[in-house]
């Protein structure tokens, strides 16, 4: 009976890790319990924007760690005096949304897009999700429970209640006549293949310290550098597991050495 137990329990290990993935078993952390995370398939004709001009690539094979970066890089900041740029996901958010995201591509029908609906304790966020050539799009209608367009009770009008920051691999859609096109600072089309994100304080890097093969031997590529960086950044806020984590880095160390 022993012996039984010993053979049986790696395999209820790995089903209990299985019926996790696939949201088989409730997960007791409280704060991944808070987060509500409702997708679904909408036709790209619908809503109050219109992508039928786009070819979409779905269904799309896209990583998680490529899923990871786009949600890390997404930015936003109020358009009030004073207000700071801020993530549009919480580390907590994206370690639930990743996967999710992963399988929604990979069963999107052609003509379909994403449509996400998150509700945590900072509020809703409301996101439309497609892919198109070689970039990823990602269309906000509300950012934790603010809408982009906020109504002036005092001026009877809308205005914008945030904007989407840009990064390095983003850019804002363009809407209307090719003279006089609007940008669409809630809508950001990123690179499918995101660069890693730089640090904004960071100074222009010049000629690789490695290629120049100088006395300076002790220096590390900048280019790599910013990568182990973002690869800490990930594992500290638990976006990806130890033994990842160490894999990657000596993958990293082994190019840098």
Known sequence: MVLMYRSLKPTVYLLFFILAISGGVEIVDAQVKSIKIRLSYKSKLDGNFNVKKFKLNHPLKISQKEIINHLVSLRYKGVSMGSKEIS????????????????????VP???????????????????????????NWRFDSIQGETYFQKNNARVWSIFSWELMRQKGQRYFKSGADQGRRLNKNWIVAKLHLPVLDNKDEK???????????????KLNLELEKKLKHLKRLYEEGLIEEEEYKVQQNKLFERLF
């Open 88 to 107: 549009v996901f919480s580390p907590t958010e994206i370690k639930k949304l990743a996967p999710i995201l992963v399988k929604a591509f990979a069963g």
């Open 110 to 136: 052609s003509r379909k897009i994403i449509h996400v609906d998150l509700k945590s304790k900072t509020g809703t966020t409301v996101v439309d999700i497609f892919s198109f050539k070689n970039y990823l």
């Open 204 to 218: 222009k890097k010049g000629p690789s310290d490695l290629s120049k093969k100088s006395n300076s031997s002790n």
